[in-house]
Structure formats: C-alpha cells, structure tokens
T-cell receptor
Framework: DQQVKQNSPSLSVQEGRISILNCDYT??????FLWYKKYPAEGPTFLIS?????DKNEDGRFTVFLNKSAKHLSLHIVPSQPGDSAVYFC??????????????FGKGTHLIIQP | DSGVTQTPKHLITATGQRVTLRCSPR?????VYWYQQSLDQGLQFLIQ???????AKGNILERFSAQQFPDLHSELNLSSLELGDSALYFC?????????????FGSGTRLTVV
C-alpha cells in the first residue's frame, strides 16, 4: 500500500516555463512534507519542506503548496532551468515521538527541461 | 560532496553471501538513516539510529541489521542475500532525530546480487 504517490513518472517542460510536480498521500498522520531532487549517481538533495499547519512555502524559484483536505501537495518551479532536469521525490513524515523519524517517499517524477 | 560518505560505491556478490555497507555521517550529525531504492520502488526507509541507539524501524528484513558506533559511523549488514536485494542503499544523516529540515544523503552503495 503506497502511502505517498507520484502518479507522473515523467514530465517534460520548456525552459522558462513553470514546472508543476504533483504528489498525493493517504496517511492522515503525516505532518511534514518534503521534496528532494536527485541527479544520476548522486544521493537525493533536500529542496524544500512544508509543515501540515501551512498551505504554502516558498524558497526562491521553488514553491510547495499543500491541500490537506485533498491530501495533495505540489511543487512549482518557475522559471524552469536546464539544471532542474532531475528526478524529484515527494516525501512525508509522521512524528513517531521520542525523536524517531523516517520518511515515506514516493517513486519519483523525472522532470526534463527542454531548451 | 554532501559530507556523508558511503563505502563501497559498488558491490557485486553471490546469493547466500553476507555484506557490510558503511556510512560516515556529516560532521556533527548524530542521527543516521538507511534507505533502500530498488528498481521499481521509491526510497524505502529501513532504520534510524540516533547517537548509537536504534530510534525507528521501517521495512527492514530480519536478514538485515545495522548498528551505529561510538564514533557515529554506521554499518548495515545484509546476510543470506537474495537476487531481490539488489538495489541502491543510501545512508543519510541529520543533526537531530527530526526530518523537518531534511536529511543529507550520501551518494549510495549499489549492490548487485548474482
């Protein structure tokens, strides 16, 4: 049972346009959501996060939106640049208490920025 | 360089064998996490250690075990290996036990079981 779903395995966007990556979750206990970016032969790199008490968080070209009622979040990248071509993972965290923590990841979306 | 060091980068071994993967966390980070990424799966959380103690367990098989040593480096031991254990194994570290600000991942160990 996949608790974090990224339904688009790949997405192609023209350079300069907006990239929108989507993520759905099923577990109501998730209270923190994160996006990671991964290049080939490297580990994932943290991009941006959002607490479940917020509906938007912005950091430069990256904005994450959270719709709790729909259990949906999205990552907007604007404007998209060639260096943004990578696999993007959505992840969620449920506070297990006592400092225990483990992220639940989606399967990723491969973003391709076309020149 | 993320500051999290994983060795070896590549490992090829036969079914039934046992291997040890090693992780040195970023300087100052007390928490270490292990993840498995198989071909058709996303990253699967295996286990977390914080300052030498096991803190959380995910989908870790009984054939797998881990520990964190006093110098904070961690080892993931995989035994009685099966073909399905072939995957990328990532280690990540963070200062505390919280993921709210993201972890720092290493570049992974690619394990191939033949």
């Amino acid at each position: 049972d996949q608790q974090v779903k990224q339904n688009s395995p790949s997405l192609s966007v023209q350079e300069g346009r907006i990239s929108i990556l989507n993520c759905d979750y099923t577990n109501s206990m998730f209270d923190y959501f994160l996006w990671y970016k991964k290049y080939p032969a490297e580990g994932p790199t943290f991009l941006i996060s959002i607490s479940s008490i917020k509906d938007k968080n912005e950091d430069g070209r990256f904005t994450v939106f959270l719709n709790k009622s729909a259990k949906h979040l999205s990552l907007h990248i604007v404007p998209s640049q060639p260096g943004d071509s990578a696999v993007y993972f959505c992840a969620a965290s449920a506070n297990l208490g006592g400092g225990a923590d483990g992220l639940t990841f989606g399967k990723g979306t491969h973003l391709i920025i076309q020149p | 360089d993320s500051g999290v060091t994983q060795t070896p980068k590549h490992l090829i071994t036969a079914t039934g064998q046992r291997v040890t993967l090693r992780c040195s966390p970023r300087s100052g980070d007390l928490s270490v996490y292990w993840y498995q990424q198989s071909l058709d799966q996303g990253l699967q959380f295996l286990i977390q250690y914080y300052n030498g103690e096991e803190r959380a367990k995910g989908n870790i098989l009984e054939r797998f075990s881990a520990q964190q040593f006093p110098d904070l480096h961690s080892e993931l031991n995989l035994s009685s290996l099966e073909l399905g254990d072939s995957a990328l194994y990532f280690c990540a570290s963070s200062v505390s036990g919280t993921t709210n600000y993201g972890y720092t991942f290493g570049s992974g160990t690619r394990l191939t079981v033949v």
